[in-house]
């Protein structure tokens, strides 16, 4: 018997807790919490574990799925290529490049092979019919920093170990662990706050396991928390505590337009729609002014919701007006290790962030971050024109239970010409592709949370080698995108990954060492690129030298030479459990990259909604409205399949309040129908008073009952997709991000009651 333990970082969530898996004769025997990982202490929650069944699933694809005759058959990797080949050529041939739509999916956010190869593939299909799951989650937060703070990733994070209050909205992070603020064990973390005497105030429709945790639960009604923190501001400046702190004198513009603007929300305007009284909302604003170190933060519950950017930007203009912005216990700014935007560029200035340099073909929709919104793929598919799309490539998504209008979305995929899906599962989605390229598990790459440490609560590097060794004649899942993206080019069916890997690589150097302000401007790039892929560098290809790359020329990084001390790919491997480099430190003004210098409280397209907002004012507060939920066992719509994730009781049940319920005349467990504009579910109902009247709450991701799918266990435990309900016409108007959170909804019973 041999065993060994291999080291590291979970790629399932944001937390990326560090695993310590024992492997006995090249199998998984278990898995663990790593007590030496640098950030996570031992810490992980119950999916950590899974993956290892994740690993196991005979489900899993492991060989590339060719649909012929409407059933998916395994195929050798040549086969698959050469019906790929054929397919998107056909497709560019007759119809050009703008008919192949991508969507990118969020496993691909912790994941090294999709962060440092999509681009690359978008790059190569070269069309602008890019959609993502960014647009059903954090989009209007990054806009908002984007106005703001000059970037999209110039997202202030609580500082949650060091702050005395938090005012927390739409977040859950005692089953999600945590989201746009990477750090694990948040519920740790939370506890640690209110033990060491600090408050914790949670606004949320559910009395979430978050909520029941806090000193204090804010029943908001849905989609009004933008009301609530242009109340809070206003509530700030009515007093005359508006205060940005010292530290910040001198760099923040637009304090009074801000004060101008939302002067109309006063806590007695907004109180009747919002639900929650003006005393209390004036009182917790008052107290985040009082408070020494004090920290907002919103999360999905903020985002996906009609006003997602403009409370996005509320949020930090409360932090802002607090005094609670760049300070220590505040929101602060992460500084990523691996080179990120906010560490790039010239220093405290910048070209600012534009949306629209595009529009959607069919109703002219601007663009955000490079991409449109999810919600308006599907008429992009069936509206016929020239620029219809008329194939797509899907990488790591499940948008037929992910976006809105799922049901739409469903028979658009299967109207196409032609689809291929990356996928590690035959699902809802992929089931429409006439290829499958399947990514191998996990334990065969390696890992390095090139995204979500651009959240990070602290400045911590984690690398993780593959667990096993690639089966041979198995492509990694980067060989799989960059071939794709070679194919996407007409190089043909037997294109050589390899290739693009070192066109890619080179073209980054140039444009490194062509930058001035970079730490190797200047330098040969020759030399770069040799010192990088040399054996004494342990020959990296692929996404590891490009982690190598991105490492050394960031803050901590050994500037190929520079800072001999500083980081290295090759140190990182020497140092299993992680670097840390320490807490979070203010960054203000140097983090800035707006073309003023200065944080731009009151952008333009901010203000510009404020009349939107004041409507707002007359919505209906009787309306009946459905919000999502996660749960800890769960992860959007694909650890299903997981047995032990999904054992016990149903997860898919509608919440609702026992006094709705008694009106609507619906019984605990009973079938109830949901109804929307664009859809109608029947689920379990969950009588319960954890939820506020008049909201109704169900989870995201199920509906696994389709056919021609390949998820057994997901299969017997299909529950139904909430976003059947979620409408495509719904959407934030400046970022493009779906609502799925305060959809109007008729709840009833199905079967009569005595
Ligand atoms: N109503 C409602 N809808 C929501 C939400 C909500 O709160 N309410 N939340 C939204 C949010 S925040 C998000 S991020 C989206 C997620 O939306 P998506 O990203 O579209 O959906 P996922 O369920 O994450 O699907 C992930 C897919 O990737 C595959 N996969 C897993 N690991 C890998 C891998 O390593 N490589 C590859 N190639 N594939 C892999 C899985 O099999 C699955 O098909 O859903 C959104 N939808
Ligand atoms: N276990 C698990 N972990 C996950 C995921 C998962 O699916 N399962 N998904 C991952 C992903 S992709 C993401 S983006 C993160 C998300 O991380 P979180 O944002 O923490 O996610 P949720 O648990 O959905 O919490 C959102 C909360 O907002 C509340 N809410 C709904 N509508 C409103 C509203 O209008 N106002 C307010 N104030 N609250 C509202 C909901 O009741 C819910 O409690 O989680 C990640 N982690
Ligand atoms: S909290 Fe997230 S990263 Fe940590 S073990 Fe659970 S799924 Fe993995
Ligand atoms: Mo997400």
């Not at 004012?617 to 009787?622: A, C, E, H, I, Q």
């Amino acid at each position: 018997m041999t065993e060994r333990i291999a080291i590291r970082t979970c790629p399932l969530c944001e937390a990326g807790c560090g695993l310590e898996i024992t492997v006995r004769d090249e199998t998984v025997a278990r898995i663990r919490g790593d007590m030496n990982d640098v950030f996570s202490k031992g810490y992980i929650c119950p999916k950590g574990s899974t993956l290892k069944q994740l690993h196991e699933d005979p489900d899993r694809l492991r060989q590339p799925m060719v649909k012929r005759n409407g059933t998916h058959v395994a195929v050798t990797w040549d086969e698959a290529w050469a019906e790929v080949d054929r397919g998107l050529s056909a497709v560019i041939a007759t119809h050009g490049r703008e008919s192949i739509g991508t969507y990118l999916g969020n496993p691909g956010a912790h994941n090294l092979s999709a962060m440092t190869f999509n681009r690359v593939l978008l790059t190569a299909i070269g069309s602008r019919q890019r959609f993502s799951a960014s647009s059903v989650d954090q989009v209007p937060k990054q806009v908002s920093a984007g106005f703001m703070f000059g970037t999209a990733v110039s997202v202030p994070v609580p500082d949650l170990d060091r702050t005395d209050m938090l005012l927390m909205l739409g977040a859950n992070p005692y089953a999600s662990n945590g989201s746009l603020a990477t750090a694990p064990d948040w519920p740790g973390r939370l506890e640690a706050i209110r033990a060491r005497g600090g408050r914790i105030i949670v606004v949320d429709p559910r009395r979430s396991r978050t909520a029941e945790s806090a000193d204090e639960w804010l029943p908001i009604r849905p989609g009004t928390d933008a009301l609530l923190l242009a109340a809070m501001v206003q509530a700030v400046f009515a007093a005359g505590r508006a205060d940005i702190g010292a530290h910040l004198a001198g760099h923040v513009n637009g304090m009074e337009e801000v004060k101008v603007a939302l002067a109309q929300f006063t806590p007695e305007a907004v109180e009747r729609v919002v639900g929650i009284d003006a005393a209390t909302i004036r009182r917790i604003a008052l107290e985040l002014c009082a408070a020494e170190r004090a920290a907002v933060y919103g999360r999905i519950g903020t985002t996906t919701v009609s006003f997602g950017t403009t409370a996005s930007w509320l949020v930090d203009v409360l932090n802002t007006v607090t005094g609670n912005l760049d300070i220590v216990g505040g929101a602060m700014f992460p500084l990523p290790v691996a080179a990120s935007p906010t560490t790039r560029g010239k220093k405290g200035i910048g070209k600012g962030f534009k949306t629209g340099r595009g529009k959607t073909r069919v109703r002219g929709f601007p663009e955000a971050l490079g991409e449109y919104p999810a919600a308006l793929m599907a008429e992009e598919i069936t509206t016929p024109g020239n620029g219809q799309i008329r194939a797509m490539v899907v990488v790591g998504g499940n948008p037929v239970l992910s976006t809105p209008n799922s049901s739409q979305l469903d028979a658009a995929l299967d109207s196409l010409d032609f689809m291929v899906s990356v996928d590690i599962y035959l699902n809802e989605t992929s089931r429409h592709a006439d290829v499958i390229l399947p990514a191998p598990s996990h334990l065969y790459r390696s890992h390095y949370d090139l995204a979500l440490l651009n959240f990070g609560l602290r400045s911590v590097a984690n690398y993780s080698p593959p667990v096993f060794d690639l089966p041979a004649g198995t492509p990694d899942e980067w060989e799989i995108l960059a071939k794709l993206a070679a194919v996407a080019q007409g190089l043909g069916a037997d294109a050589d990954p390899a290739t693009v890997d070192e066109v890619t690589i080179r073209s980054l150097i140039e444009s490194t060492v062509r930058d001035e302000t970079c730490v190797i401007a200047g330098r040969n790039a020759d030399d770069i690129y040799d010192a990088l892929s040399g054996s004494d560098n342990g020959s990296l290809r692929g996404p590891d030298r490009m982690l190598d790359l991105f490492l050394r020329i960031g803050p901590f990084g050994d500037g190929f030479g520079v800072r001999p001390d500083g980081v290295t790919l090759k140190k990182l491997k020497q140092h299993p459990h992680g670097l840390d480099f320490g807490a979070l430190i203010p960054r203000v003004p140097e983090v800035l990259r707006t073309p003023s210098g200065k944080i731009e409280l009151a952008p333009p397209e901010l203000l510009g909604d404020v009349p939107r907002l004041a409507a707002s004012l007359n919505g209906d507060p009787d309306a009946m409205l459905l919000v999502g939920r996660r749960h800890l066992r769960s992860n959007n719509s694909w650890m299903h399949n997981i047995r032990v994730l999904v054992k016990g009781k149903p997860r898919c049940t509608l919440q609702i309040h026992p006094d709705d319920a008694a009106r609507l005349g619906v019984t605990e467990g009973a079938p109830v129908r949901v109804t929307s504009r664009v859809g109608s579910v029947v689920a379990p109902a969950e009588i319960t008073d954890a939820i506020r009247p008049r909201v109704v709450s169900l989870p995201h991701g199920w509906g696994h009952d389709v056919q021609g799918t390949k998820q057994s266990v997901a299969h017997e435990h299909a529950g139904v997709n909430s976003n059947v309900l979620t409408d495509h016409e719904a959407i934030d108007p400046l970022s493009g991000n779906a609502v799925l959170n305060a959809i109007p909804v008729s709840v009833a019973a199905t079967v009569a009651t005595a």
